[in-house]
């Protein structure tokens, strides 16, 4: 598997006549395996890892991003997003301030508040887009609150994206996504966003091949424990937000994949409901992977 993707990201270069790569590295276990299999299909000298923090960044995703890219023997290139953000508002609204600083209310609104009003986690409704059978209160709410946070959270994506591929023209290299299967078909990722790219080798892995790729490489014990989250909600992890644990999405996906029975895929340890949350996510996020336009919502107020 890590040969096939290093033989992969070899090709890309030589197609493509590049002098090397450019990485978002984030401190995340996606990027950390991209990164490290790239220095081993290109050596150290052609891979350029950038970590883009802003104001709501954690100090610890920083921190595993510079231990990686010195476990390497990289260089990491630190950027300051947030006068970018500033100019977009992101940190404008009372609901971005109260998220920078409690991780027991980001966890309440999160899984409960917001459940409790539309029956479903606020991740859901962004796949919706915000598109609500009800009552305009409900829509206005949605609009001041998470609708706020997903413009926030795609803003700083977007803006990742394009900053790695003004840098990637410059220096004449590619830059390279690390999505991964699982986050690509339940929606977890911001369409044209940085984990959006067109060449993204991790692509065809679940993450839970990831964090066996992880492991085979050897990388640090500080990178591979840790629990994957979005680096902007205090309190909030990916599985916390998708409302299932990875190891048990990917086994409804590979079910899924291989056109396994419901009956089947129960039997590997996984629950009915489970299978039908996993089964909406897909439906409702394939706008996202598509080549159309995201779809246009009309802020309600």
Known sequence: MAADIEA?????????????????????????????????????????????????????????????????????????????????????????????????????????????????????????????????????LYDRTVGYVEESFNARHKYRRHFLERRGEEQNCLVLGAA?????????????????????????LYKTQVRQLARHLNLPAKIQKQAASPDMAKGITDEHAMGISYAELDIILHGLDNSFSDEQIIEAGVTEEQIAHVRMMN???????TDEPEPEVHKAG
Not at 183 to 201: A, L, R, T
């Open 180 to 204: 991964n299967r699982s986050e690509c078909m339940v929606g977890w990722f911001v369409k044209d966003g940085i984990d959006d790219m067109p060449f993204s080798p991790l692509n065809g």
């Open 283 to 289: 439906m409702l996020s394939a706008w996202k992977r």
């Open 8 to 140: 992969s990201i070899q090709g890309l270069l030589a197609a493509h006549s590049a002098e090397g790569v450019i990485i978002g590295l984030s401190g995340g276990i996606d990027s950390a395996v991209l990164t490290a299999l790239a220095v081993c299909a290109l050596g150290s000298g052609r891979v350029y890892a950038y970590h883009l923090h802003d104001r709501h960044s954690e100090e610890e995703s920083r921190y595993r991003a510079q231990l990686l890219a010195d476990w390497l023997g990289i260089g990491l290139s630190l950027h300051s997003i947030d006068r970018a953000m500033r100019k977009k508002r992101v940190y404008r609204p009372v609901i971005m301030r109260i998220m920078a600083l409690s991780g027991f209310m980001n966890r309440y609104l999160n899984g409960r508040l917001h459940r409790m009003l539309y029956g479903e986690s606020p991740f859901i409704s962004t796949l919706r887009k915000g598109r609500f059978d009800g009552s305009k209160l409900k829509k206005l």
